[in-house]
């Protein structure tokens, strides 16, 4: 049976996350019907590179599907894109080898988050609007300490999943584009909830509510704090999943552009 390597884009904001689940609408889910009208049976296996939760949205997300049928590549992915709701696109679909595996081949990924200085009339289900002042130099400056390897007990959830919460961290960039501060955080893998937890921290740091000597305490020991501090998942992307040869330096942008309220980030594909 052949199977294809898709890159999607999806709004999460109408889904109960990316993984199929009894009586929840799923990103999954809907690609699984779709594909199943397509061929005209339900696929065998399809394989995110890795889950998203309720509301949370992704510029690239990558699975592998395997579907019995004769299409060409284009006209499948087109007829995918004709069977699913208007909030998930298939970006690319390339037929590959079965040794290839969307979840265990990733080598990294990265996770945009947009938080809005202002309110927005266009963009709310895509950014966290933060009404009090926020400073994203004092965020840079409490950035460094997430880098490198640490145990990031205080900023997950119980996971029967999760066998560790030692995670390595390859970058945390901070950047401003007009009214928005964006955070890119990448590495391996993440726990639950970590993404969301360094952004809440990160975001009372740049209030001024914080220090960076709170940071580093919190990956120190064991706190609830970060938990409190959970940022909503309506800001956060997931951006980007990198392969064996993949190019991993671009510049941090908008997933939207603010002044259109329109996608303006690119993936490759």
Same mark, same amino acid.
Request: aromatic share 8%.
């Given at each position: 049976m052949p199977r294809f390597k898709l890159t999607i884009e999806y709004a999460g904001t109408r889904y109960s996350g990316w993984q199929v689940q009894k009586n929840a609408r799923t990103v999954a889910g809907e690609i699984l019907d779709a594909a199943g009208k397509v061929a005209g049976r339900r696929p065998l296996e399809l394989y995110g590179s890795g889950r998203t939760d309720a509301g949370v949205h992704a510029l690239g997300q990558v699975a592998h599907l395997d579907l019995d049928t004769t299409l060409r590549e284009d006209a499948l992915r087109f007829a995918l894109n004709d069977a699913l709701p208007s909030d998930i696109h298939v970006l690319a679909l390339a037929r590959v080898s079965h040794r290839f595996h969307a979840r265990r081949g990733a080598q990294a990924r990265s996770y945009l988050y947009q938080i809005a200085r202002r309110r927005t009339a266009f963009l709310k289900p895509f950014v966290w609007w933060i009404k009090d002042p926020i400073e994203a130099d004092r965020m840079r400056r409490? &950035?460094? *300490?997430?880098?490198?390897?640490?145990?990031? /007990?205080?900023?997950?959830?119980?996971?029967?999943? =999760?066998?560790?919460?030692? +995670?390595?961290?390859? &970058?945390? =960039?901070?950047?401003?584009?007009?009214? *928005?501060?964006? *955070?890119?955080?990448?590495?391996?893998?993440?726990?639950?909830?970590? +993404?969301? /937890?360094? +952004? #809440?921290?990160?975001? =009372?740091?740049?209030? #001024? &509510? *914080?220090?960076?000597?709170? +940071?580093?305490?919190?990956?120190? =020991?064991?706190?609830d704090a970060p938990a409190r501090l959970t940022a909503p998942p309506s800001g956060l992307f997931l951006e980007r999943v990198f392969y064996e040869g993949d190019r991993r330096d671009w510049p941090l942008a908008p997933a939207l552009d603010p002044a259109r309220g329109r996608a303006s980030a690119k993936v490759d594909s």
């Open positions: 409490a &950035a460094p *300490l997430f880098r490198g390897l640490h145990d990031f /007990r205080s900023f997950t959830h119980d996971d029967p999943e =999760e066998k560790s919460t030692q +995670v390595q961290l390859e &970058a945390l =960039e901070i950047a401003e584009a007009g009214d *928005l501060v964006l *955070l890119r955080v990448q590495g391996s893998h993440f726990v639950w909830k970590m +993404v969301r /937890r360094m +952004v #809440g921290v990160l975001a =009372e740091v740049g209030r #001024g &509510a *914080l220090s960076v000597g709170d +940071v580093s305490r919190f990956l120190r =020991e064991d706190s």
